[in-house]
């Protein structure tokens, strides 16, 4: 069973461009979460989805950041028209359970120019 | 949101125990306690997690206060590989959100 996937692992955007992030959660999870980690600093949850519906996106900026988790396919975090403040590593986790342990992936790597 | 406290910094020797405090004084009673580590640029490792009582696993062992405001994970012999930032998270049941605290980063002296 293969950990949780994310895809890429180093990203790098120019200011006004879009960076799309993606999760693959473990097999047979139906519960993932989005957080970021700026440099130096600690984890910020942005985002808890269950498959097709955003449960709590209350750490999520309100402009230019979105995700979804499809029916079939991925775990996407979008960032419209990036900026040099969202240079951050961004990590996915997943779960089975809604309280459950949550299993991380290795994390995308965003600097933006 | 309730909000988790923790040390900055803590050091220990290697092979010794080690007992690092969590303050979560406005816990609710849907609130998990989860404890997570995390080694330089790699993501968050599962630690343990509890409720009310306290829970032993083969990594650590999670003491929760009897008026659940405060938590203690312990590692029961450091060593060199425990080194890493040790986060206490709150999850609550209804809603899922996660709140990490700062974390304390954990040095083992040989």
């Known amino acids: 069973n293969a950990g949780v996937m994310q895809n890429p692992r180093h990203l790098v955007r120019r200011r006004g461009q879009e960076a799309r992030l993606r999760c693959s959660p473990m097999k047979g999870h139906s519960h993932v979460y989005w957080y970021r980690q700026l440099p130096e600093e600690g984890l910020k949850f942005m985002v808890y989805l269950q498959k097709e519906n955003i449960i709590d996106e209350s750490g999520m900026p309100k402009e230019r950041f979105s995700a979804e988790f499809p029916k079939e396919g991925p775990s996407i975090l979008r960032i419209q028209q990036v900026v040099r403040g969202d240079s951050a590593a961004y990590f996915c986790a997943s779960s089975p359970f809604r309280v459950g342990e949550q299993f991380f992936g290795p994390g995308t790597r965003l600097t933006v120019l | 949101d309730a909000k988790t406290t923790q040390p900055n910094s803590m050091e220990s020797n290697e092979e010794e125990p080690v007992h690092l405090p969590c303050n979560h004084s406005?816990?609710?009673?849907?609130?998990?306690i989860h404890w997570y580590r995390q080694l330089p640029s790699q993501g968050p490792e599962y630690v343990i997690h509890?409720?009310?009582s306290n829970v032993n696993n083969r990594m650590a062992s999670l003491a929760i206060a009897e008026d659940r405001k405060s938590s203690t994970l312990i590692l029961h012999r450091a060593t060199l590989r425990d080194a890493a930032v040790y986060y206490c998270i709150l999850i609550n049941t209804n809603a899922g959100k996660s709140t990490f605290g700062d974390g304390t980063t954990l040095t083992v002296k040989p």
């Open positions: 406005t816990i609710s009673g849907t609130d998990y």
């Open positions: 509890g409720l009310t």
